[in-house]
């Protein structure tokens, strides 16, 4: 397995998520729950909870590595993201067996690819400037740490905002995946998809530097 680790910044610091960080992130989300548009957020403690223990879950079997992200300004929980999907490559395939997939990502073996996602702030840490700064320390992991070949974004096609934040990383428009999952409104939605690859990382990197500064 990967090891939780921890990714620090001027203004927020990730750190591995645990069934500590319950309630923080359960107060988190109820700051102002119109913000939330497309994106499911948990509400109250019990869905904060079956949240985070699926995420603990998904870690275990390594295909997620999940954070809380904390405001480093006042040291309180704003919200939470995570690796998932992720992959490594190997050739010729020595995959187990249905699976279509390359062994379980370890230390030893980081991944190849992997998506940023299930990213969500209170109110109050959006358009701050937070989320650009943690996906520059998770993006820097993937790509100086691990040197993986790309890292992906999905989004609720409808999300506007989403894929404005998305966009201004500096990821490519990839296209819709039509009719690919269920959405929060109950009906199933069309997924817009971006990437950044690896050729791509040090025009994106000097990018969202000049933003910090």
Request: hydrophobic residues 40%; charged residues 25%; contains cysteine.
């Amino acid at each position: 397995m990967l090891s939780p680790l921890v990714l620090e910044g001027q203004s927020v610091r990730l750190e591995p998520l645990t069934a500590d960080h319950i309630e923080a992130l359960a107060a988190a989300a109820v700051e102002d729950r119109s913000r939330y548009g497309f994106t499911w957020v948990p509400e109250g403690l019990d869905e904060t909870s079956r949240y985070v223990l699926e995420a603990l879950i998904q870690q275990e079997a390594g295909r997620s590595l999940p954070w809380v992200a904390r405001r480093l300004a006042d040291d309180r929980v704003v919200g939470t993201t995570r690796f998932w999907d992720m992959d490594v490559f190997s050739w010729p395939p020595p995959w187990p067996p249905g699976t279509g997939r390359g062994p379980e990502p370890s230390d030893d073996r980081p991944p190849s690819v992997l998506e940023i996602g299930s990213t969500w702030y209170a109110a109050s840490a959006q358009r701050t400037g937070i989320n650009r700064e943690a996906k520059l320390l998770q993006l820097t992991q993937a790509f100086q740490a691990w040197h993986v070949l790309r890292v992906s974004f999905t989004t609720d096609a409808r999300n506007s905002t989403s894929r404005r934040a998305i966009e201004g990383l500096g990821a490519s428009f990839e296209g819709i995946r039509r009719l690919h999952s269920p959405a929060r409104d109950g009906t199933i939605r069309d997924t817009a998809c971006y990437s950044i690859t690896a050729p791509e990382w040090p025009a994106v990197r000097s990018r969202l530097l000049r933003c910090q500064q």
